[in-house]
């Protein structure tokens, strides 16, 4: 599985942005997905997960109710829709993939990484 990452970008705080994992090489259909990101000087951290049989999601609490994680089956793409943006969410955002049927938040469970996006948040 090839994944690619887009839709980063320089937004004020209180914005929104849409990104895009789209995957070729191999359907989503036996797998989840999941976002995560790093900021500068911190590890790579949990972010939003979805199954791509049923729709299960999973968040991490700090951007509960403000991201929402989605996928389309037929375009082989997941998304991540972030509104309420703060300054604190600037970060690399990751898309990976791993073949559990549940939504993963531990990093080491996902094989495929994409190449990363730069969200950055000014105040």
């Known amino acids: 599985v090839q994944l690619q990452a887009s839709g980063g970008g320089l937004v004020q705080a209180g914005g929104s942005l849409r990104l895009s994992c789209a995957a070729s090489g191999r359907t989503y259909s036996s797998y989840a997905a999941g976002w995560f990101r790093q900021a500068p000087g911190k590890e790579r951290e949990f972010v939003a997960s979805?199954?791509?049989?049923?729709?299960?999601?999973d968040y991490a609490d700090s951007v509960e109710g403000r991201f929402a994680i989605s996928e389309d089956n037929a375009q082989n793409t997941v998304y991540l829709q972030l509104n309420g943006l703060k300054p604190e969410d600037t970060a690399v955002y990751y898309c990976?993939?791993?073949?559990?049927?549940?939504?993963?938040?531990?990093?080491?469970?996902?094989?495929?990484w994409g190449q990363g996006t730069l969200v950055t948040v000014s105040s």
């Open positions: 979805i199954t791509w049989s049923g729709g299960r999601t």
């Open positions: 990976a993939a791993t073949n559990r049927i549940v939504p993963v938040r531990r990093r080491e469970e996902y094989a495929y």
